[in-house]
């Protein structure tokens, strides 16, 4: 076990934001969190774990430890009746297995190609795009308790998967809940990939590309490559200008609520859920406030996409956490002023 010590954190948070670590750890495996908790010093300290940094904003300086998953390896483990069972270390990166499964002909992950980050990160938030989330290919986890060392196997279930949300988003903060945060770090996903495949073709833009494509039944390849273009062309590369994907969750408003807004706001972009709610595209929201381009110091929203903050320094001058905070909370102050909605950070903020 290696600590480093005041590592930048630039090259490591897809908003390219300056921060330090005082101290990071790589972990590779069980025995690299286990040796950190061999050695007294180390094992006192508050811990932070740092997967693919796409989905962070740092607010400054890194003060808890910085355990970084390195966990590698990918494999298909076996086939039931109605899946096949694989599985990837988490340090993996996501599109990286996506592109590996449907190489091998094991379709399923298609609609979540190209979402940055790695694979220990997608059951945190319950990643999620096209008609497809995490949860619905989800088999189980291993993962490690960051106080013990003890490795532990959680279901779907267990992970409490909800819309961007999962255990591991959530502190115990009263008796009785269940709050992975701080707790847990994930070691390995394993994913079921269903034998008989269906395309999953709900949404819009796909379903528009299948149309222009003259078929309802593409392969699953020919539907990964579609999702990385429509993604290529709404969403900023965070290799080329830094972000954390989707700044906000999408909310959702009671029926009622909805056909007050559409009242005064006929063109609002809504979608009925199944449970009765309606769903909100919180980009269009912030489109209407009239966000797009918009700036503070060297954060800035996506000119594409509102949902989506930039950094618009680049590497040299980078956006601060604090003008991304700022202009987070300037955005959500307007929506509300607005429609009455509070948006909620999507990011971990830390
Ligand atoms: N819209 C506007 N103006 C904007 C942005 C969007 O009017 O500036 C409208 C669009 O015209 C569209 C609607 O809002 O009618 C929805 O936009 P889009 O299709 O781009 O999807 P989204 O709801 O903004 C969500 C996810 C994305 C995911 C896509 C595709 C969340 C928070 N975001 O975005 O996930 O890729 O759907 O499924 O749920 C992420 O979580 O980081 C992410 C990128």
Redesign the pocket.
């Not at 990643?127 to 008609?131: C, L, P, V």
């Not at 595209?281 to 269009?284: F, L, S």
């Given at each position: 076990m290696i600590v480093e010590r005041n590592l930048p954190l630039q090259p490591l948070n897809s908003f390219g934001i300056a921060a330090r670590a005082g101290e990071l750890v790589r972990v590779r495996g069980e025995a690299d969190l286990r040796a950190v908790l061999a050695d007294p010093e180390l094992a006192a300290q508050p811990k932070f774990v740092l997967g693919g940094g796409s989905?962070i904003v740092l607010t400054g300086d890194v003060r808890a430890l910085v355990l970084k998953v390195e966990v590698a390896g990918r494999r298909v483990l076996e086939q039931t009746d109605r899946h096949t069972l694989v599985e990837a270390g988490a340090g993996e990166n996501w599109h990286d297995v996506v592109t590996w499964t449907l190489d091998q002909d094991l379709p399923g992950l298609e609609n979540l190609a190209l979402?940055p980050g790695t694979v220990g990160a997608s059951p945190v938030?319950n990643?999620?795009?096209?008609?497809v989330e995490l949860q619905d290919r989800f088999h189980e986890l291993d993962a490690i308790d960051l106080q013990t060392g003890e490795v532990f196997t959680l279901d779907a279930a267990q992970c409490g998967f909800g819309?961007?949300d999962s255990v591991f988003k959530h502190t115990a903060a009263t008796p009785g809940d269940f709050g992975l945060a701080g707790r847990a770090l994930i070691l390995r996903v394993r994913l079921a990939l269903p034998r008989a495949w269906q395309p999953e073709l709900s949404?819009?833009?796909l379903a528009r590309k299948a149309q222009e494509a003259g078929t309802a039944q593409p392969s699953a390849r020919q539907i990964g490559d579609w999702v990385v273009e429509i993604?290529r062309a709404?969403?900023p590369d965070p290799a080329v200008i830094g972000n954390?994907?989707?700044f906000?969750?999408?909310p959702t408003v009671t029926p009622e609520q909805c056909a007050d807004i559409i009242g005064r706001d006929p063109k609002l972009?809504h979608y009925p859920m199944p449970d009765g709610s309606v769903k909100l595209?919180?980009?269009?929201l912030?489109?209407?406030c009239g966000w797009?381009g918009k700036r503070v110091g060297n954060a800035g929203v996506y000119d594409?996409?509102?949902?989506?903050l930039v950094n618009r320094g680049g590497p040299e001058q980078p956006a601060t956490g604090g003008e991304v905070m700022t202009l987070a909370k300037a955005i959500q102050t307007s929506v509300y002023e607005r429609f009455g909605i509070r948006l909620e950070p999507?990011p971990v903020v830390v």
């Open positions: 989905n979402i938030q990643i999620g795009a096209y008609g819309y961007r949404y819009l833009d993604r709404k969403l954390a994907g989707s906000f969750k999408n972009v595209a919180a980009g269009w912030i489109d209407a797009r594409k996409q509102a949902l989506v999507e």
